[in-house]
Each structure stands twice: as structure tokens, then as C-alpha cells.
């Protein structure tokens, strides 16, 4: 281990409130019992109180006021980072092991009692996520590692259509989880745009001498959300969509990824939301069809049209086919 992780280790356990001499603290983390006290002096001129007791009982100790200070993690912030990691580590999240090590690490710097906490709401707390295969995420570290660094990379995509595999220069400007995919979004060489692509579609991957600088303010999250949900995000073109239905049928509808992320207001069994005006004329009707009357749309008069006309031609074709049928 590296001297400041030897530092962060015999601060956690010092600061877990125990007394340790400098032979324990060499024994606990396995290394030498010089290297513990190189430790403990940078520690003391870094600023943190370290006492050492002599005598039978003693060893090293922090001082109180700076054991309780909020240098490291209380138990409500311990159980929410081992928690966060399982929602991380089942959405495949690349760089696995440093996540694993990081919470050994949170685990064995704590007392018993913390300790006996987390694995208590670890055990009842599971996430059921699709898997992510080993070479998904190694393609994902080199693309969050190019994005970082402003390194361009040689892509071979994908397109699903039956197609051989392009080839393109391409400059990741970030990498997004949406519903259970990876996506990387940045700037296309081959396009000359700004374009996403699906990191299950990636054949091969492999770094590029070339570098960029990405523009000021740019989200991959928000360019993202603009192809998925073409007029999503366009202010000009959002229109209130005014829902009333029981709760459990607004409780299903909001799980939904368009309806859950256009959410405005939500009471007294109604449900208002912002929406593009081309969706409400293209799929959010066959969104809302299945919930027939379980949902009433109050507003706007425009989607209300849409579905009844979507209703009289599916009306009309299957009279027709009955027609048919007995003709």
C-alpha cells in the first residue's frame, strides 16, 4: 500500500475510538512497525492530535474533539455508500473493483457496532438489475478514462441492422446509464456531429493519439435525453398534459420513462406533466391506451382527439374483420 493509504488506514482505525499500540497497528494492517511510526509522524505534522499513552494499557489514541470531528463518515453516510455501491455494481458499474475496495476499507475501519449496522441494512437491501458482461464494462473504463483525459478513440460500431460494423475516430464526451443501458455520447468523426451510441454495439475499441477539448457546459445527460426524447427539453414546444386516475394507476403510469421524467405536479389523484406537443400526437396516446378508463385525460383537448381517433380505427378495423369474417 501506498504511504497515504498506510495514513488513511491508522487514521480509521484510531479514530474508530480504540488504543493501539504501534506493534498492533503494524500487525492489523501488515506492514512494518517502522512504517507505522513514519505514518504517525506525518499524521502529527499534518495537524491530527495523536496521543501516545505509555504504560501497560497504552498506545496511540486521537484526541476526542477530533475523533468526533466530520472527517470521516457517520453511520447514516456509511450505510448510504454501501448501499449506493450495490445499485452501482449492478448497473455495471466499470470500475468494480476499486468500488469493492473502497467499502473493505469502509467496513474494516469501523468498531464492532458500526460494522454489526451495516451488514444488518446491507442483509435487507437487494437491487435486481440485467447483467452487464466483463467486456462491456472494460469498454466502459477505457471510454470514462478517454473522457477524462480528452483522448479520442478508434470505434468499430454496430448499427443492429444487419449491417458490417463502422469504423470512426470518435471524441467521448461522457458516458451515461439510461434504463438499464450504457450509452456514450460525444462527437462522431465519421457523422461530423454530435452523436450517442450504445456501448453493448461497440465491437472494438482502441485509443487514439489524437485529443479534444469538450465544449463548455456540455452535458451528456441532456444531449442524451434530446435524442431519446426528441422535444423532451425544448421549452418552446412543451405542453401541460393533465391526468386524473386512482393512485396506484398514477403510481404505474410515473414508472414509466417518459411520464416519470416530465412529472410537474402531482395530487389529489391527478397527475400534471410537461410534454412535446409532436409526442402527444405520435406515441404518448398508445402509452395511455392500455389504461383505458382507468385514466382520464383533462387536458390538453389535443390528446384527447388523438386518442379517440387512435380508438375509432382500431374500432373500425376490427368491425371490419368480423365483417369479413361472416361475409
Known amino acids: 500500500m501506498s504511504k497515504s493509504t498506510n495514513m488513511l488506514s491508522i487514521l480509521w482505525l484510531l479514530r474508530a475510538g480504540r488504543r493501539m499500540t504501534a506493534q498492533q497497528l503494524a500487525d492489523e494492517l501488515e506492514i512494518h512497525i517502522r512504517t ?126 444487419g449491417e458490417a460494423p463502422s469504423s470512426r475516430v470518435f471524441d467521448p464526451y461522457g458516458i451515461v446509464h439510461w434504463k438499464g443501458a450504457w450509452y456514450t455520447v460525444g462527437f462522431c468523426g465519421l457523422r461530423g456531429q454530435l452523436r450517442s451510441f450504445r456501448t453493448d454495439r461497440i465491437v472494438r475499441l482502441e485509443a487514439d493519439e489524437r485529443c479534444f477539448v469538450r465544449p463548455n457546459d456540455f452535458s451528456a445527460k441532456e444531449h442524451l435525453m434530446r435524442e431519446l426524447l426528441p422535444d423532451a427539453l425544448d421549452a418552446e414546444s412543451l405542453v401541460l398534459v393533465r391526468l386524473q386516475g386512482h393512485d396506484h394507476v398514477l403510481d404505474l403510469l410515473g414508472q414509466h420513462w417518459l411520464f416519470g421524467h416530465a412529472l410537474v405536479e402531482r395530487e389529489n389523484g391527478q397527475a400534471v406533466y410537461r410534454l412535446g406537443t409532436s409526442s402527444l400526437l405520435t406515441y404518448v396516446p398508445y402509452y395511455l391506451l392500455p389504461y383505458g378508463k382507468a385514466l382520464t385525460i383533462l387536458e390538453p383537448d389535443i390528446l384527447v382527439e388523438r386518442l379517440a381517433d387512435i380508438c375509432r380505427g382500431l374500432t373500425e378495423h376490427y368491425r371490419s374483420m368480423r365483417s369479413g369474417t361472416h361475409s
Open 36 to 161: 507505522v511510526y513514519r505514518c504517525i509522524d506525518s499524521l502529527c505534522v499534518s495537524g491530527v492530535p495523536i496521543i501516545a499513552d505509555s504504560g501497560p494499557n497504552g498506545g496511540y489514541r486521537i484526541l476526542g474533539h477530533f475523533a468526533e470531528s466530520p472527517l470521516l463518515f457517520d453511520m447514516e453516510e456509511q450505510k448510504a455508500l454501501v448501499q449506493a455501491s450495490a445499485f452501482a455494481q449492478e448497473a455495471g458499474y466499470p470500475f468494480k473493483e476499486a468500488l469493492n475496495r473502497a467499502v473493505d476499507k469502509l467496513k474494516r475501519y469501523t468498531n464492532e457496532e458500526q460494522l454489526d449496522r451495516i451488514e444488518r441494512h446491507m442483509g435487507g437491501f437487494s437491487v435486481i438489475h440485467p447483467p452487464v458482461e466483463g467486456r462491456q464494462q472494460e469498454l466502459l473504463r477505457v471510454l470514462e478514462e478517454a473522457a477524462a483525459q480528452g483522448r479520442s478513440v478508434k470505434m468499430e460500431y454496430d448499427k443492429g441492422r
